[in-house]
């Protein structure tokens, strides 16, 4: 009886060991672009990977890490699989690269003007100086239009800005009362808190944006229709999980933003677990192509009368759709942004 039951119990390993390696084998492997010291608008993706939503999918994924530019050059020669960078996208788009956008991940604009203690409100920065990124860069831009359409502040007329490299940069500046608020993303608010300073205004309680979302070639996506649906569903677990999980979410920031310790993640991830969602919504959507237009007129790449085509031609719209529906995916409701 024993030796019979030590027979079975080997024969359940091995059985159990030719499963595993089965799955293993029939596990797709894919690589998933991550920009240079991680960023707030792709927290989904650092979820799905740090919990094993792709794993569970049935995905063997890696990261690449490279600077922004160098991964939409590596998403168009099809050596990294899928690509969080929208805007290089559209512009590839437009230009005639044969790609298609997959799945979403943050609805809102994810950066904050933080401030000196001393000032009350965003009217209070009339006649100050304030620091930026570089012009035509999003660290310049949506603050710029935020103070701009929300506040009836221009640059250059109602205040002054310098433009830093660098958020640290920003940060020290700060400190030392060279500036007296600066544009920062939501990793780097603790920084500021900590050293006394208060977040004056939100960038995304005023714009939303598609931020993060994903694209692939679309050779890729025709081959291997099965892997959109999967990587889709990882993305979308990894934003219900963010949305709802603050305690199971912090050590993924930790890790993938850089911040120091639970409390400086709890910080980011109070400003930010509402922002995220798979679904993207048309208007959206079609406001990544339209700004993206409007730079390439600036830059002489496209006629002023020329219209914008459809964007959705570049977007797997129904798979999308069906697959967050298939799967019970709970929408983000995001709060009414203020005009």
Not at 106 to 113: G, P, R, V, Y
Not at 116 to 128: A, F, Q, T, V
Not at 245 to 269: F, K
Request: charged share 25%; aromatic share 8%; glycine share 10%.
């Amino acid at each position: 009886m024993r030796m019979l039951r030590s027979l079975l119990m080997s024969a359940a390993a091995g059985a159990l060991a030719v499963a595993f390696m089965v799955g293993a084998a029939h596990a797709q492997k894919i690589t998933i672009g991550k920009v240079l010291s991680g960023s707030g608008f792709h927290i989904p993706s650092y979820v799905a990977m740090d919990k094993g939503f792709f794993k569970e999918e049935g995905l063997d994924a890696s990261f690449v890490s490279l600077a922004g530019r160098a991964l939409v050059t590596a998403g168009l020669a099809g050596s990294v699989d899928f690509i969080p960078i929208p805007s290089g996208g559209a512009q590839a788009a437009l230009s005639g690269a044969e790609i298609r956008y997959v799945v979403g991940q943050s609805l809102k604009s994810q950066w904050l003007i933080a401030a000196r203690p001393d000032i009350g409100k965003p009217e209070d920065l009339r006649g100050k100086t304030i620091g930026y990124g570089r012009v035509g860069s999003a660290d310049y831009d949506e603050g710029a239009a935020v103070m701009l359409r929300a506040f009836k502040m221009a640059v250059g007329k109602d205040y002054k800005v310098i433009s830093f490299q660098g958020e640290t940069e920003r940060i020290a500046a700060l400190i030392n009362g060279d500036i007296v608020a600066a544009l920062i993303s939501v990793p780097h608010a603790p920084k500021a808190l900590n050293a006394g300073m208060k977040i004056l205004l939100r960038t995304g309680d005023h714009i939303q944006r598609a931020g993060g979302t994903y694209w692939t070639c679309k050779v890729n996506a025709d081959a291997n229709p099965e892997v959109m649906k999967k990587f889709t569903r990882a993305i979308a677990k990894g934003v219900m999980y963010y949305r709802d999980n603050r305690e199971g979410s912090l050590p993924v920031l930790r890790n993938h933003l850089g911040v120091q310790s639970d409390q400086d993640a709890g910080i980011v991830w109070d400003q930010t677990h509402n922002t995220f969602g798979a679904e993207l919504p048309k208007e959206q959507f079609r406001e990544i192509f339209e700004s993206r237009r409007v730079d390439m007129i600036a830059g002489k790449q496209w006629t002023t009368d020329k219209p914008l085509p459809d964007p959705e031609q570049f977007l797997l719209r129904d798979m999308l759709d069906a697959t967050l529906k298939e799967m019970k995916y709970v929408p983000t409701k995001l709060d009414a942004t203020t005009n």
